[in-house]
């Protein structure tokens, strides 16, 4: 399997989940918009969590058709993460209009985002866990266990931050008081615990894994 199929199910997959879990995640807004006819909730509805599953699916997929195996997503780890920080400098820039900051805090590190309320600068705490991630993922460069550590390790960790950090955002939580982003996150979570579980008892008698 080339990398330009790899390339083109993340990129498929990656647009279908983030806008399908966005719609998840609002369903008043997806309801609001049929009752006006207005469809561009859909277009400009979109979640990085949604983005990176449905990638992940795509490029799964992908592989499964061409009957490859190996690992193809420890080279994408670090640039994923980069790219994340980015947004997140943009979504911190925009403020209220982004809608990804947190509840108000009384906390010194709360941030006014223009309508008088302190509150958690989400944002920023996402910035600094990632960079704390990238040091770490350069430092497994040389000392992953095997191919595929790096990637599985970066979502495996990235679920776990984002389902943390919405029980401090002012979203709705209908599903059983979760998000529908955090029950995706368990979702990907279980998935990538049950990867790492089989891969390290693989490693331990010698099989070679892949991502």
Not at 65 to 87: C, K, N, Q, V
Not at 120 to 131: A, M, S, V
Not at 171 to 176: D, F, G, Q, S, T
């Amino acid at each position: 399997m080339t990398k330009q199929s790899a390339y083109i199910g993340a990129i498929i997959g990656g647009l279908t989940g983030s806008i399908m879990l966005a719609t998840f995640e609002n369903v008043s807004a997806l309801w609001n918009s049929i009752e006006s006819g207005e469809w561009g909730f859909l277009i400009h509805g979109k979640t990085i969590v949604g983005g990176l599953l449905g990638g992940l699916i795509g490029v799964e997929l992908a592989k499964k058709r061409m009957g490859h195996h190996e690992s193809t997503g420890d080279d994408m780890a670090i640039p994923l993460a980069a790219g994340l920080i980015i947004g997140r400098i943009g979504c911190f820039l925009a403020g209220m209009e982004d809608r990804t900051y947190g509840i108000e805090t009384k906390l010194w590190l709360g941030f006014d985002f223009g309508d008088g309320v302190r509150r958690h600068p989400t944002q920023l705490y996402e910035i600094l866990f990632l960079i704390l991630l990238i040091i770490f993922l350069l430092f497994l460069r040389k000392h992953k266990p095997w191919e595929g550590f790096a990637f599985q390790l970066f979502m495996t960790c990235y679920l776990s931050y984002r389902w943390a950090v919405e029980w401090i955002k002012p979203i709705p939580k209908p599903y059983l008081e979760m998000s529908a982003i955090q029950w995706a996150c368990i979702a990907g979570i279980l998935y990538y615990s049950i990867l790492l579980a089989k891969k390290r008892k693989k490693h331990k008698i010698g099989g070679i894994g892949h991502a």
